[in-house]
């Protein structure tokens, strides 16, 4: 092979499918037909996954850290949800998109605060948004309802078509093509020159600039973008669930957000999904064992994460099923990588 | 002769320290020009300025006639002024394809595109095929950049740069650390620049610069001590005073 086709195929080989990817959906999509009683839970995953997978763009490949992530989801929020109130966008999923244009309009506006300076400044800057904004949607009420949130919100069909019925089961399914069309998108961002200059910017600003890439310009761009899924994420719960109130803004949820990440791990676009399945089943275990007590059990899985390290966990996990995959396929077949060995 | 990279008056202070006093230098298009000093003598520092990382108090810094003084980092390298790091800054979690295929998109202004997949575009494939086979990185274009020997490194950290194809390039000490035995990949790289590429060198090593200047300005606690041909700065007894009497007791 000449060089330059070799420099074509392995420029190329990173944006290509892999079958564990192929899989992943299959799986999800079988789940959502499989366990008809559980739309509710899986609703849930599928929304908090679509939001981190918001947090990762900007975490796992921009490299800039945010604990006030919830001010983008509520926003979105309460976008959704004062549209279909006053009934300014009837349609859902143009609402969706308005609701999620809203949210990538505050991102953009925030992110000049958020890209100057350090990680600890940033942390406190995403925060302080985050809680300016609930403080925000308290003091008008008149607007957002207050403590008591938005009431009375009416869903109409989804494309005038498809009626939200009260099992969740088109909800959940609204909410699985959303992520997967939001998904395929950021995947095409994440694997173009685009998506390489912001891990560029995250291994080593000083360089990226040296080889001309517009650093700030880059961030501002990846910020705004990450905010409209988080928009997104949040009108889809206001959608869902019929609701907004105070705490789509809270610094729990912008915290829960992390955990997902720290679970599922950055930078390849399905910790964020990952991290949401394992963290949900996690919080559902642990309050059917004790109700009272599943932080604490949270919180004891999250320093056994860090101390064991993510990449190892995830060999283990992988183990069994790399073991059968590679029964059929041949030695060199893998069902899925763990992240540290993922190119 | 027309001048490519030129400083006016150039002074940096740090708090009491004058990092660099009253620096003007002339740096001619098609040049091998070398700038040397011993330890703290702020060579550092007027790269520093030169490419925008620092802003001078005062002075201008002039590339190719147009006064870049104000501009941006990335700005000055898509006006054709690039540099090496005498510390690589290389992406740790890339590899070398990646990082030279990023530098080449956005050289041909293609950096900003979120919608096309890398690899797509045959003319930057064309040209990352090049610079990687020129500096013997084909072999490894596929391992991540933390994991090279250092000599690769250092050949990437050179690579990088040219692949902004700059019309100046600024060299901040290529072979500073170096093992004996990847010295000369590194040397002949160097040797093998472009000759219509003019060549700011900042060195210690006193034998690369002999070898490869054709003009010498010679640095010292921030100012200009003397600058000349080679031959006139290795006579020159103030130099030897200074510089290379401390290189020698070295």
């Not at chain 1, 925030?110 to 302080?128: A, H, K, N, Y």
């Not at chain 2, 490519?4 to 040049?31: H, I, N, P, W, Y």
């Not at chain 2, 072979?175 to 000369?184: C, L, T």
């Not at chain 2, 590429?197 to 003009?215: C, G, N, Q």
Request: glycine share 10%.
């Amino acid at each position: 092979m000449t060089a330059l086709s070799d420099v074509s195929t392995h420029a190329m080989a990173s944006a290509r499918w892999r079958i564990s990817e192929v899989a992943f959906w299959v799986l999800a999509l079988a789940c959502a037909f499989l366990f008809p009683s559980r739309y509710l839970i899986m609703t849930d995953i599928v929304r908090l996954g679509l939001f981190a997978l918001s947090l990762d763009l900007i975490l796992g490949y921009a490299g800039i850290v945010s604990l006030g992530h919830a001010a983008f989801f509520g926003v979105g929020a309460y976008s959704a949800g004062l549209l279909a109130l006053h009934g300014i966008i009837n349609e859902p999923v143009i609402a969706l998109v308005a609701a999620g244009l809203v949210a990538a309009v505050l991102g953009f506006l925030t992110s000049f605060l958020v890209i100057r300076g350090v990680d600890l400044t940033r942390l406190m800057v995403t925060l302080g948004i985050a809680l300016l904004l609930e403080a925000l949607a308290e003091r008008f009420s008149d607007i957002t309802g207050g403590t008591d949130g938005l009431q009375g919100i009416e869903m109409q069909p989804i494309l005038g078509l498809f009626a939200f019925d009260m099992f969740g089961k088109t909800g959940l399914f609204y909410s699985l093509i959303v992520l997967f069309i939001l998904f395929l998108f950021a995947r095409r961002v994440v694997h173009s020159p685009f998506g390489l200059s912001l891990r560029a910017i995250r291994n080593n600003p000083l360089r990226a600039a040296a080889i001309g890439i517009p650093v700030n310009r880059r961030l501002i761009a990846v910020y705004a973008l990450a905010a409209f899924y988080a928009g997104i994420a949040g009108a889809l719960f206001t959608q869902t669930t019929a609701l907004a109130s105070l705490d789509v803004f809270s610094f729990e949820r912008s915290a829960d957000l992390m955990l997902v990440l720290v679970i599922g791990g950055t930078g390849y676009l399905y910790g964020g999904l990952i991290g949401a399945v394992v963290f949900k089943m996690l919080q559902e275990l642990f309050q059917s064992i004790t109700p009272q007590y599943w932080l604490f059990w949270i919180g004891l899985v999250l320093v056994v994460i860090v101390m064991v390290g993510r990449a190892r966990i995830h060999r283990w996990v992988l183990f069994v099923p790399n073991l059968i995959i590679r029964q059929f396929a041949g030695r060199r077949a893998a069902v899925a990588m763990p992240e540290g060995d993922a190119p | 002769m027309t001048i490519a990279l030129e400083t006016r008056g150039l002074e940096k202070s740090f708090g009491g320290l004058r990092a660099t006093r009253d620096l003007s230098l002339k740096v001619m298009q098609g040049a091998r020009h070398a700038l040397i000093g011993p330890n703290g003598a702020g060579k550092t520092t007027v790269i520093n300025q030169l490419t925008g990382v620092l802003a001078p108090n005062r002075g201008r810094i002039l590339l190719e006639g147009s006064d870049i003084t104000g501009l941006a980092v990335h700005k000055r390298v898509l006006r054709g002024l690039s540099r090496t790091f005498q510390i690589n800054q290389l992406y740790a979690d890339l590899t070398p394809l990646e990082t030279i295929g990023l530098a080449v998109s956005e050289r041909m202004g293609r950096g900003g595109d979120w919608w096309r997949r890398m690899g797509t575009r045959s003319d930057v494939n064309a040209e990352i095929a090049e610079i990687l086979s020129r500096f013997h990185l084909l072999d490894v274009m596929t391992e991540l950049t933390s994991t090279l020997p250092y000599g690769k490194q250092r050949l990437l950290e050179i690579a990088v740069a040219i692949a902004a194809r700059p019309r100046v390039l600024l060299l901040d000490e290529p072979a500073a650390g170096v093992p004996e035995s990847e010295r000369h990949d590194i040397l002949a790289a160097v040797a093998a620049l472009p000759r219509d590429v003019t060549v700011l060198l900042i060195e210690h090593d006193m034998d690369l610069v002999f070898s490869f200047a054709d003009r010498i300005s010679v640095l010292v606690n921030g100012g200009l001590l003397t600058e000349g041909a080679p031959d006139e700065v290795a006579r020159d007894p103030q130099v030897r005073a200074v510089y290379l009497g401390e290189a020698a007791d070295a």
